[in-house]
């Protein structure tokens, strides 16, 4: 009696190249209004995104013959380490490009050059029949991929400690950074490197090709989540974004840099900027950023803090001052982008 399971992983692996194709299509063409203005700053990482998808493309030999036990070593490559390795691509194309951070880029390069030859020589070895996958080849594998979830795992700590950084103290509205949807990734990527594991030390045909539906799934749910830009600042602002040198430092007592610090964000009404930044305040009061840190923290119990419960003030005077306004107009007048940004501040300062 002839196996069954050999044909339903050829099915679940042509769902996924199905979806893949689909969903790179998706994520290429379709680009909201007036996003597609700029699709840099409001899709980052997007031809990244396309590349990785496109890549299933590789599993065509194990679609076409599933029964075959270098079609299915293929199959095993693809997910472990190459899956791994789009993980941390797609980590840093990402996030990177929201932080305006590219270093990863070269690094990357090198890491990918073998899992590149470790992809192409089970690819041919699919294609040619009788070729046998030798026992050093699969232990290199092994090392591969020890050394990709090192790297992939690095790469998640880089973006949860960029979504700490945006959660705390260094800038004042929780919504500049996609802080939920770095942390739900991260969660995503944790259990898929744990199934790529799994399928890997196992060998289980069964197990791979459940892993191949949820792979499906998650593409498609990544991709309805990201079809709307998580960038908040509003287009045509998009260039306020980039880094601006620093003034020079100035030596002054404390006193001093409190009163420029007043005056730069109550007086001259910096914090209804929903996009104020520390760094901001640093560079339009002359002084570094790390000792204005610090005395917002000594001062004021942080950043974040002081503004918000400024933005928080001015929301209450406008409800007094235009009594027929709404909860809205309020919110955006005093440097609040959103309904949610608000409530989240309030719960954070239990207000």
Not at 109 to 123: D, T
Not at 231 to 256: C, F, I, M
Not at 284 to 302: D, M, N, T, V
Request: net charge neutral; glycine share 4%; aromatic share 14%.
């Amino acid at each position: 009696m002839v196996s069954s399971v050999p044909y339903f992983c050829g099915i679940s692996a042509t769902v996924f190249v199905a979806v893949s194709l689909a969903m790179a299509a998706i994520r290429w063409f379709h680009l909201c209004r007036p996003y597609d203005r700029n699709p840099r700053y409001y899709y980052p990482g997007r031809p990244f995104v396309v590349s990785v998808m496109l890549g299933a493309l590789a599993l065509i030999p194990y679609i076409c013959a599933p029964e075959s036990e270098d079609a299915w070593f293929l199959a095993r490559v693809f997910f472990f380490p190459v899956t791994l390795y789009d993980f941390t691509i797609l980590l840093y194309a990402y996030f990177g490009s929201v932080m305006q951070w590219k270093k990863w880029r070269w690094p990357m390069i090198v890491i990918g050059f073998p899992v590149l030859v470790a992809l192409v020589a089970s690819f041919v070895l699919a294609l040619v029949p009788g070729e046998q996958t030798s026992a050093p080849f699969v232990w290199g594998l092994y090392a591969l991929g020890l050394m990709i979830t090192v790297v992939c795992f690095a790469a998640m700590r880089i973006v949860l400690r960029w979504a700490k950084q945006f959660d705390e103290d260094d800038y004042s509205n929780p919504a500049d950074f996609p802080v939920i949807f770095a942390r739900r990734w991260v969660v995503m990527i944790v259990v898929n490197t744990s199934l790529c594991w799994t399928v890997a030390i196992t060998a289980n045909r069964m197990l791979l090709a459940f892993q191949m539906l949820l792979f499906a799934v998650s593409l498609v749910l990544f991709i309805l989540t990201a079809l709307h830009p998580r960038r908040n600042r509003p287009v045509g602002e998009e260039e306020e974004a980039e880094d601006v040198p620093a003034k020079p430092v100035k030596k002054a007592t404390s006193a001093k840099i409190l009163a420029v610090i007043d005056t730069v964000v109550v007086k001259q009404e910096a914090y209804l900027d929903p996009h104020l930044t520390i760094q901001d305040v640093a560079d339009r009061s002359g002084y570094s950023r790390s000792h204005i840190a610090g005395l917002f923290k000594q001062e004021f119990g942080g950043f974040f803090t002081y503004v918000n419960r400024l933005r928080l003030q001015h929301v209450e005077s406008y409800l007094q001052e235009y009594p027929t306004a709404s909860l809205q107009e309020a919110l955006e007048a005093s440097g609040f982008n959103s309904r949610q940004a608000y409530y989240a501040v309030k719960a954070r300062l239990g207000e």
